[in-house]
Protein backbone atom coordinates (compact mmCIF):
# COMPACT_ATOMS: atom_id res chain seq x y z
CA UNK A 1 0.00 0.00 0.00
CA UNK A 2 0.96 3.37 -0.72
CA UNK A 3 -0.10 7.38 0.17
CA UNK A 4 0.04 9.71 -2.75
CA UNK A 5 -0.88 13.20 -1.53
CA UNK A 6 -1.99 15.90 -4.03
CA UNK A 7 -2.08 19.61 -3.65
CA UNK A 8 -5.14 20.23 -1.06
CA UNK A 9 -3.99 17.58 0.99
CA UNK A 10 0.26 19.08 1.41
CA UNK A 11 -1.10 20.59 4.41
CA UNK A 12 -0.93 17.01 6.11
CA UNK A 13 2.05 15.56 5.17
CA UNK A 14 3.53 15.69 8.54
CA UNK A 15 0.33 14.21 9.84
CA UNK A 16 0.63 11.22 8.00
CA UNK A 17 4.15 10.67 8.19
CA UNK A 18 3.86 10.87 11.65
CA UNK A 19 0.62 8.18 11.80
CA UNK A 20 1.07 6.31 9.07
CA UNK A 21 4.72 5.05 10.03
CA UNK A 22 5.91 2.36 7.92
CA UNK A 23 3.65 3.45 5.08
CA UNK A 24 5.67 4.78 1.62
CA UNK A 25 4.27 8.53 1.54
CA UNK A 26 4.82 10.58 -1.86
CA UNK A 27 3.32 14.02 -3.58
CA UNK A 28 1.79 13.79 -6.67
CA UNK A 29 3.96 16.38 -8.91
CA UNK A 30 1.30 19.21 -10.40
CA UNK A 31 1.93 22.07 -11.59
CA UNK A 32 0.38 24.45 -14.05
CA UNK A 33 1.38 26.12 -17.17
CA UNK A 34 1.56 29.42 -18.35
CA UNK A 35 -1.80 29.14 -19.64
CA UNK A 36 -3.03 27.63 -16.84
CA UNK A 37 -3.15 23.97 -17.92
CA UNK A 38 -1.92 21.59 -15.44
CA UNK A 39 0.76 19.26 -15.50
CA UNK A 40 1.12 16.18 -13.34
CA UNK A 41 2.93 13.23 -12.65
CA UNK A 42 2.55 10.04 -10.47
CA UNK A 43 6.02 10.16 -9.06
CA UNK A 44 6.78 5.45 -9.37
CA UNK A 45 4.96 2.71 -10.17
CA UNK A 46 2.17 2.01 -8.48
CA UNK A 47 1.45 -0.31 -5.98
CA UNK A 48 -2.04 -2.75 -5.90
CA UNK A 49 -3.71 -0.55 -3.67
CA UNK A 50 -3.35 3.36 -3.68
CA UNK A 51 -4.43 5.66 -1.03
CA UNK A 52 -4.82 9.28 -3.06
CA UNK A 53 -5.30 12.10 -0.72
CA UNK A 54 -7.20 15.08 -1.81
CA UNK A 55 -8.95 17.85 0.43
CA UNK A 56 -10.73 20.21 -2.38
CA UNK A 57 -10.43 23.78 -0.50
CA UNK A 58 -9.65 26.99 -2.03
CA UNK A 59 -9.72 26.32 -5.75
CA UNK A 60 -11.98 23.37 -6.20
CA UNK A 61 -12.01 23.00 -9.71
CA UNK A 62 -8.42 22.63 -9.70
CA UNK A 63 -8.59 19.92 -6.85
CA UNK A 64 -10.93 18.06 -9.21
CA UNK A 65 -9.23 18.15 -12.11
CA UNK A 66 -5.98 17.03 -10.39
CA UNK A 67 -7.71 14.48 -8.85
CA UNK A 68 -9.53 12.94 -12.31
CA UNK A 69 -5.55 13.10 -13.80
CA UNK A 70 -3.92 11.51 -10.83
CA UNK A 71 -6.25 8.69 -10.75
CA UNK A 72 -6.65 8.10 -14.15
CA UNK A 73 -3.13 8.07 -14.68
CA UNK A 74 -2.47 5.77 -11.42
CA UNK A 75 -5.17 3.11 -13.35
CA UNK A 76 -3.09 3.70 -16.64
CA UNK A 77 -0.23 2.82 -15.04
CA UNK A 78 -1.16 -0.34 -12.56
CA UNK A 79 -3.46 -2.89 -11.85
CA UNK A 80 -4.17 -1.21 -8.77
CA UNK A 81 -7.19 -0.50 -6.23
CA UNK A 82 -7.65 3.22 -5.63
CA UNK A 83 -9.42 4.40 -2.52
CA UNK A 84 -9.57 8.35 -2.32
CA UNK A 85 -9.54 10.10 1.02
CA UNK A 86 -11.18 13.48 0.48
CA UNK A 87 -11.43 14.85 3.99
CA UNK A 88 -13.22 18.27 2.13
CA UNK A 89 -15.26 17.10 -0.82
CA UNK A 90 -16.34 20.06 -2.93
CA UNK A 91 -19.75 20.78 -4.85
CA UNK A 92 -21.77 18.59 -2.14
CA UNK A 93 -24.13 21.37 -1.37
CA UNK A 94 -25.57 21.58 -4.72
CA UNK A 95 -27.85 17.98 -4.61
CA UNK A 96 -30.59 19.34 -6.87
CA UNK A 97 -31.97 21.12 -9.29
CA UNK A 98 -32.87 23.78 -7.07
CA UNK A 99 -34.19 26.38 -10.43
CA UNK A 100 -34.80 24.29 -13.47
CA UNK A 101 -31.76 24.34 -15.55
CA UNK A 102 -28.75 24.03 -13.08
CA UNK A 103 -26.27 21.05 -12.79
CA UNK A 104 -27.10 18.85 -9.89
CA UNK A 105 -23.27 19.28 -8.96
CA UNK A 106 -22.76 16.53 -6.30
CA UNK A 107 -23.38 13.92 -8.54
CA UNK A 108 -21.30 15.19 -11.57
CA UNK A 109 -18.48 15.40 -9.15
CA UNK A 110 -18.95 11.82 -7.49
CA UNK A 111 -19.95 10.41 -11.12
CA UNK A 112 -16.30 12.57 -12.48
CA UNK A 113 -14.11 10.68 -9.57
CA UNK A 114 -15.79 7.17 -10.56
CA UNK A 115 -15.03 7.89 -14.52
CA UNK A 116 -11.48 8.76 -13.51
CA UNK A 117 -11.33 5.29 -11.89
CA UNK A 118 -11.62 5.40 -7.97
CA UNK A 119 -12.98 2.70 -6.54
CA UNK A 120 -14.18 4.58 -2.89
CA UNK A 121 -14.17 7.44 -1.25
CA UNK A 122 -13.95 8.02 2.15
CA UNK A 123 -15.19 11.45 3.56
CA UNK A 124 -15.80 13.74 6.27
CA UNK A 125 -18.98 15.26 6.80
CA UNK A 126 -20.01 15.85 3.27
CA UNK A 127 -23.17 17.20 2.77
CA UNK A 128 -24.99 14.62 1.77
CA UNK A 129 -28.57 15.61 3.50
CA UNK A 130 -30.66 14.70 0.54
CA UNK A 131 -29.37 11.08 1.55
CA UNK A 132 -26.05 9.33 -0.03
CA UNK A 133 -25.41 10.00 -3.33
CA UNK A 134 -25.46 6.28 -5.63
CA UNK A 135 -22.78 6.04 -7.95
CA UNK A 136 -22.37 2.70 -10.10
CA UNK A 137 -18.99 1.07 -8.94
CA UNK A 138 -18.20 3.55 -6.61
CA UNK A 139 -18.20 2.91 -2.96
CA UNK A 140 -18.42 6.26 -0.35
CA UNK A 141 -18.00 6.47 3.42
CA UNK A 142 -19.02 9.37 4.77
CA UNK A 143 -17.42 10.15 8.35
CA UNK A 144 -18.90 11.85 10.73
CA UNK A 145 -16.56 14.16 12.97
CA UNK A 146 -18.80 15.33 15.09
CA UNK A 147 -18.05 12.80 18.54
CA UNK A 148 -14.08 13.68 17.75
CA UNK A 149 -14.93 17.30 18.99
CA UNK A 150 -15.56 15.90 22.34
CA UNK A 151 -12.24 16.24 23.75
CA UNK A 152 -12.25 19.92 23.44
CA UNK A 153 -15.25 20.04 25.62
CA UNK A 154 -14.92 17.58 28.13
CA UNK A 155 -14.84 20.14 31.24
CA UNK A 156 -18.67 20.69 30.53
CA UNK A 157 -19.70 17.42 30.29
CA UNK A 158 -23.40 17.28 31.57
CA UNK A 159 -23.63 20.83 32.75
CA UNK A 160 -27.11 21.92 32.47
CA UNK A 161 -25.91 25.24 31.62
CA UNK A 162 -24.46 24.20 28.75
CA UNK A 163 -26.37 23.17 25.16
CA UNK A 164 -25.23 21.92 21.57
CA UNK A 165 -27.06 24.04 18.82
CA UNK A 166 -26.88 23.09 14.96
CA UNK A 167 -27.34 26.46 13.31
CA UNK A 168 -30.14 24.99 10.74
CA UNK A 169 -31.96 22.12 10.91
CA UNK A 170 -29.37 20.20 8.75
CA UNK A 171 -27.07 20.57 10.86
CA UNK A 172 -28.90 19.11 14.05
CA UNK A 173 -27.76 15.53 13.27
CA UNK A 174 -24.03 16.93 14.06
CA UNK A 175 -25.09 18.75 17.05
CA UNK A 176 -27.20 16.12 18.43
CA UNK A 177 -23.80 13.87 17.89
CA UNK A 178 -21.68 16.14 19.59
CA UNK A 179 -24.71 16.74 22.70
CA UNK A 180 -24.99 13.02 23.56
CA UNK A 181 -21.06 12.27 23.45
CA UNK A 182 -21.17 14.77 26.37
CA UNK A 183 -24.51 14.21 27.96
CA UNK A 184 -26.25 17.68 26.95
CA UNK A 185 -28.79 19.09 25.88
CA UNK A 186 -29.04 20.03 22.04
CA UNK A 187 -31.45 21.91 19.20
CA UNK A 188 -31.47 23.95 16.00
CA UNK A 189 -32.26 27.03 14.95
CA UNK A 190 -34.96 27.47 11.77
CA UNK A 191 -32.67 29.18 8.88
CA UNK A 192 -33.64 30.30 4.96
CA UNK A 193 -31.25 31.06 2.57
CA UNK A 194 -31.39 34.24 0.87
CA UNK A 195 -28.42 34.72 -1.13
CA UNK A 196 -24.33 32.96 -1.58
CA UNK A 197 -23.73 35.22 1.26
CA UNK A 198 -27.78 36.08 3.43
CA UNK A 199 -29.40 33.90 5.56
CA UNK A 200 -32.25 34.36 7.55
CA UNK A 201 -33.04 32.48 11.24
CA UNK A 202 -36.32 32.63 12.66
CA UNK A 203 -36.90 30.75 15.76
CA UNK A 204 -35.08 28.23 18.00
CA UNK A 205 -36.77 24.72 19.26
CA UNK A 206 -34.91 25.26 22.70
CA UNK A 207 -34.36 27.32 25.66
CA UNK A 208 -31.36 28.90 25.22
CA UNK A 209 -31.83 32.17 27.95
CA UNK A 210 -29.18 32.17 30.34
CA UNK A 211 -27.29 29.45 28.94
CA UNK A 212 -23.41 28.69 27.28
CA UNK A 213 -23.96 27.22 23.88
CA UNK A 214 -21.77 25.03 21.20
CA UNK A 215 -22.41 26.13 17.84
CA UNK A 216 -21.84 23.13 15.53
CA UNK A 217 -21.77 23.09 12.09
CA UNK A 218 -20.45 21.07 9.18
CA UNK A 219 -18.54 24.00 7.04
CA UNK A 220 -17.81 27.76 7.47
CA UNK A 221 -17.73 29.04 4.55
CA UNK A 222 -18.97 32.99 3.68
CA UNK A 223 -19.53 32.59 7.91
CA UNK A 224 -23.24 33.96 7.11
CA UNK A 225 -25.02 30.97 8.77
CA UNK A 226 -22.75 30.82 12.12
CA UNK A 227 -22.48 34.96 12.92
CA UNK A 228 -26.17 35.51 12.24
CA UNK A 229 -26.59 32.02 14.12
CA UNK A 230 -24.34 34.04 16.71
CA UNK A 231 -26.32 37.61 17.06
CA UNK A 232 -29.92 35.42 16.86
CA UNK A 233 -28.62 33.66 20.26
CA UNK A 234 -27.51 36.71 21.86
CA UNK A 235 -30.62 38.42 21.10
CA UNK A 236 -32.04 35.31 23.19
CA UNK A 237 -29.56 35.71 25.80
CA UNK A 238 -27.21 32.95 25.68
CA UNK A 239 -24.09 33.99 27.33
CA UNK A 240 -20.57 31.93 26.11
CA UNK A 241 -20.29 30.98 22.24
CA UNK A 242 -18.08 28.40 21.30
CA UNK A 243 -18.18 27.60 17.76
CA UNK A 244 -17.28 24.40 16.13
CA UNK A 245 -17.19 23.06 12.42
CA UNK A 246 -15.54 20.07 10.59
CA UNK A 247 -14.13 22.55 7.32
CA UNK A 248 -13.27 25.94 8.21
CA UNK A 249 -12.79 27.22 4.62
CA UNK A 250 -13.63 30.89 5.98
CA UNK A 251 -14.06 32.62 2.51
CA UNK A 252 -15.34 36.33 2.34
CA UNK A 253 -13.83 37.57 5.60
CA UNK A 254 -15.43 34.78 7.40
CA UNK A 255 -12.40 35.45 10.53
CA UNK A 256 -12.86 38.96 10.51
CA UNK A 257 -16.83 38.78 10.99
CA UNK A 258 -16.16 36.18 13.45
CA UNK A 259 -13.61 37.81 15.56
CA UNK A 260 -15.83 40.79 15.55
CA UNK A 261 -18.47 39.22 17.38
CA UNK A 262 -15.59 38.14 20.39
CA UNK A 263 -17.00 34.50 20.77
CA UNK A 264 -15.48 32.22 23.32
CA UNK A 265 -13.83 29.68 20.62
CA UNK A 266 -13.18 28.49 17.49
CA UNK A 267 -12.53 24.81 16.98
CA UNK A 268 -12.22 23.59 13.25
CA UNK A 269 -10.52 20.63 11.59
CA UNK A 270 -7.74 20.52 9.69
CA UNK A 271 -9.71 19.25 6.37
CA UNK A 272 -9.05 22.76 5.28
CA UNK A 273 -5.98 24.44 6.55
CA UNK A 274 -7.67 27.65 8.64
CA UNK A 275 -5.67 29.36 11.62
CA UNK A 276 -8.63 27.34 13.63
CA UNK A 277 -7.78 23.95 12.69
CA UNK A 278 -7.22 22.43 16.17
CA UNK A 279 -8.65 18.64 15.20
CA UNK A 280 -6.60 16.17 13.14
CA UNK A 281 -8.26 14.25 10.65
CA UNK A 282 -5.30 12.06 9.42
CA UNK A 283 -5.48 9.43 12.70
CA UNK A 284 -9.54 9.29 12.01
CA UNK A 285 -8.99 8.17 8.15
CA UNK A 286 -6.31 5.73 8.73
CA UNK A 287 -8.24 3.88 11.62
CA UNK A 288 -11.26 3.95 8.71
CA UNK A 289 -8.99 2.21 6.48
CA UNK A 290 -7.47 0.00 9.67
CA UNK A 291 -4.26 1.00 9.83
C1 LIG B 1 -25.43 24.74 4.74
O1 LIG B 1 -26.37 24.02 4.56
C2 LIG B 1 -24.21 24.30 5.46
O2 LIG B 1 -24.50 23.34 6.43
C3 LIG B 1 -23.50 25.47 6.10
O3 LIG B 1 -24.34 26.03 7.09
C4 LIG B 1 -23.19 26.49 5.05
O4 LIG B 1 -22.57 25.91 3.97
C5 LIG B 1 -22.30 27.56 5.62
O5 LIG B 1 -22.07 28.50 4.65
P1 LIG B 1 -21.84 30.01 5.03
O6 LIG B 1 -20.72 30.05 6.03
O7 LIG B 1 -21.48 30.67 3.74
O8 LIG B 1 -23.12 30.51 5.60
Known sequence: MSVLLLSGA?????????SAKGL????????????????????????????????MHGEPDKRLTETVFAAKTLKELGDCRITALIPYLAYTRQDKR??????????LTLELLSFSGIDKIITIDAHFHAGMPKIKGLEIKNLKLASHFKSFFEKFRGREDYVVIGPDDDAFELANLL??????GSGFIDKKRLGDEKVELFSIN???KG????LMDDIISTGSTVVEAIKFLRKKEAKEIHV?????????????????????????????????????VVPILLEELGL
Request: aromatic fraction near 8%; charge should be negative.
Open 244 to 280: VATHGLFVSNAIDKLKALDVQSIITSNSVPNPFAFLD
Open 211 to 214: KHVI
Open 179 to 184: AKELEL
Open 10 to 18: RHLIENFRK
Open 24 to 55: EIQEVESRYFPDNELYLRIPSKPKEDVILVQS
Open 206 to 208: VEV
Open 98 to 107: YKEGEAISQI
